[in-house]
């Protein structure tokens, strides 16, 4: 079965330090990932993607993330993190080998910023 | 990326009354649409695949009587929340699939509130 772990539902770090957001995902076949972000009340942004290319993503907002087959992770990171980075976060795959379209959707995992 | 245009953006409504949501893609044609249900501090349950010129499928648990969804157009989606409850409260987001490939992208939401 296909599934996908946040490991954290909630991570806490101080502006200017680094960022680490982890997902790992269980299937059977090669997966796509996806990084998306949900600020306070609004829709899902697409942060990175991951598609078989390159294992190191660069998303937006300075958000990276690696691709590692060996630990099936696809950890989410930043350099140094800043206010406006505060918001909900979702490591997302598509359902399934056929292209349905459904995508499974990790837990969520928030990221609170201090000042 | 890719635009998602969600209206509105939040309705207040009497129990009983019926509302719609819009939802359309601005620079893409998205012959797959979404539409998931959001619940306080969770991940996005997925309501129903709309798909254009035919009729939606609705996962397990959805009532297609009581959200009914349209899709005439490659632009456009509609669901339609009929004779409302205070338990259909809730934030609900749309997403297009970019044809041929995996990536969905997110209207704003719709935060319904039913009294």
């Known amino acids: 079965a296909q599934s996908v772990t946040q490991l954290d539902s909630h991570v806490s770090v101080s502006e200017g330090t680094p960022v680490l957001l982890r997902c790992n995902y269980s299937s059977s076949y090669s997966p796509s990932l996806f990084w998306y972000v949900q600020h306070p009340n609004k829709g899902l942004q697409l942060l990175l993607k991951?598609?078989?290319?390159?294992?190191l993503v660069k998303g937006i907002n300075g958000f990276e993330a690696e691709f590692k087959k060996s630990e099936t992770s696809f950890h989410l990171t930043k350099p140094s993190a800043h206010m406006s980075d505060a918001a909900e976060y979702f490591c997302?795959?598509?359902?399934?080998?056929?292209?349905?379209?459904?995508?499974?959707f990790g837990q969520g995992t928030t990221l609170q910023v201090k000042p | 990326g890719a635009v998602v245009s969600q209206h509105p953006s939040r309705v207040i409504c009497k129990s009983g009354t019926s509302v719609k949501i819009e939802c359309r893609s601005l620079d893409f044609q998205a012959t797959t649409m979404f539409w998931y249900r959001q619940f306080p501090k969770k991940s996005l349950m997925l309501m129903a695949t709309s798909n254009e010129g035919s009729k939606a499928t609705y996962e397990q648990g959805v009532e297609k009587d009581k959200f009914l969804i349209n899709h005439a157009s490659l632009t456009l989606s509609t669901l339609t929340v009929t004779s409302a409850h205070p338990e259909d409260s809730s934030f609900y987001i749309c997403?297009?699939?970019?044809?041929?490939?995996?990536?969905?992208?997110f209207g704003a939401g719709t935060r319904l509130s039913v009294l």
């Open positions: 997302v795959f598509p359902h399934g080998s056929s292209n349905t379209g459904k995508l499974i």
């Open positions: 997403s297009g699939l970019v044809t041929g490939t995996r990536i969905q992208y």
């Open positions: 991951y598609t078989s290319a390159a294992t």
